[in-house]
């Protein structure tokens, strides 16, 4: 029998992409080209870096590490690594992976997923009791008052930023409680 009747060029193809995807090598770790960034923030980076990896499963080193690639400029990786200490996280902090990747999709200007990070993160700091003190508890709910607001007037915020902060700001009602606002007062 002649081998072509077996097999056709399809599965010729598909059985080499098959052997060179088993045989690439694994994607790098670095978060990015190091030689780019100051010592100093290179070092802090670098620091947030290897404890997120020795500790894994911490959402403080996750948090850290994270808040680091952003200023780095590296956001794919900031939300990266929140979102995989998330799946693996203790239970009490787990909201604080959650609102990492909810920060780190804020700087992508992706306020959909955003936003339903940050109520995972609300949840979870609830659940959480004491393990989240009552002013992260605040400061969440701030938050997500602000992205609801934004996502529902509807403001596109890459096309109108501007508007959708003002959307958004206009949720969250403030105080003055100095006066400076009053002209007849000191």
Known sequence: MRIHRFLSLTDLVVGVVVLVALFLPRRPLYALDAYKLEPEARADLGAAEARWMLH????????AFSRQLVEAGQIDWAVEVP?????????????????SV????????????????????????KEAGARCPSWELLKLELYLRYLKAGVKSGIDPRRDPDGFQRAAGDALH????RGAGNPTEP
């Open 56 to 63: 894994p499963e911490s959402a403080l080193a996750a948090q």
């Open 102 to 125: 909810s920060e780190a999709y804020i700087e992508r200007v992706q306020v959909e997923p955003a936003l339903d990070w940050a109520q995972q993160a609300e949840a979870g700091c």
């Open 83 to 99: 979102r995989d200490t998330a799946a693996v996280a203790a239970p009490d902090e787990r909201w604080r992976a959650a609102l």
């Open 174 to 177: 403030t105080i003055d409680i």
